[in-house]
Antibody, heavy 124, light 110 residues
Framework: QVKVVESGGGVVQPGSSLRLSCITS????????MHWVRQAAGKGLEWLAV????????YYADSVKGRFTISRDNSKNTVNLQMDNLRAEDTAIYYC?????????????????WGQGALVAVSS | HSALTQPASVSGSPGQSVTISCAAT?????????VSWYRQFPGSAPQLIIY???KRPSGVSPRLSGSKSGNTASLTISGLQADDEADYFC??????????FGGGTTVTVL
């Protein structure tokens, strides 16, 4: 049974930092690309960052480049998102996603696992 | 990178077909052929329903189909049912390890 569970969300002030964690089980974590995707209330999905299956490369959306850092630990089946200098517009549900296809080690494209999300609210 | 434009909403009566478009505002949506579609019910995580433009994961209804023409991808829901009411998002791989989602479309069954 696949499990993807985010943690670390909360309410923070503008300019502060927060670290989200995602722990997974039930699939070969080290073979999958790991992403963070967010969704503001009533809005669409926004892809934020990806860590390649082996942790050799990370890529970011322009909106978070330089402020957010994705990292993964294949020995613990976890991926983190360090968020610095948070802004009000970063308020959203943050989803952790494991995907096959690009960035994976030959995992099929149709394998795609999401967590239930962690709420981050940035407010003074 | 390309932005992906979807209609905010589409609606149809039970049994009808509806099509949701996903238009790339710049660049070639087909460069990588990696367009996917997600369905999201309120309060739930997105679920992959179409990958690589037109392929369905196991367990996804054959009433859902994907296609692409030029810089526009489309998702068609045939034989519309009440439980098709949800938000639908397209997603495209647009550059090296870079993805973009569309703004989402709410499907309403009349």
């Amino acid at each position: 049974q696949v499990k993807v569970v985010e943690s670390g969300g909360g309410v923070v002030q503008p300019g502060s930092s927060l670290r989200l964690s995602c722990i997974t089980s039930g699939f070969e974590f080290g073979g999958f690309a790991m992403h963070w995707v967010r969704q503001a209330a009533g809005k669409g999905l926004e892809w934020l960052a990806v860590a390649k299956y082996d942790g050799s490369k990370e890529y970011y959306a322009d909106s978070v480049k330089g402020r957010f850092t994705i990292s993964r630990d294949n020995s613990k089946n976890t991926v983190n998102l360090q968020m610095d200098n948070l802004r009000a517009e970063d308020t959203a549900i943050y989803y952790c996603r494991a995907s096959g296809g690009e960035g994976s080690r030959h995992a099929p494209y149709y394998l795609d696992y999401w967590g239930q999300g962690a709420l981050v609210a940035v407010s003074s | 990178h390309s932005a992906l434009t979807q209609p905010a909403s589409v609606s149809g009566s039970p049994g009808q077909s509806v099509t949701i478009s996903c238009a790339a505002t710049s660049g070639d949506l087909g460069t990588y052929g990696l367009v996917s579609w997600y369905r999201q019910f309120p309060g739930s995580a997105p679920q992959l329903i179409i990958y690589q433009i037109s392929k369905r994961p196991s367990g996804v209804s054959p009433r859902l189909s994907g296609s692409k023409s030029g810089n526009t991808a489309s998702l068609t829901i045939s034989g519309l049912q009440a439980d098709d009411e949800a938000d639908y998002f397209c997603c495209s791989y647009v550059a090296e390890y870079t993805w973009v989602f569309g703004g989402g479309t709410t499907v309403t069954v009349l």
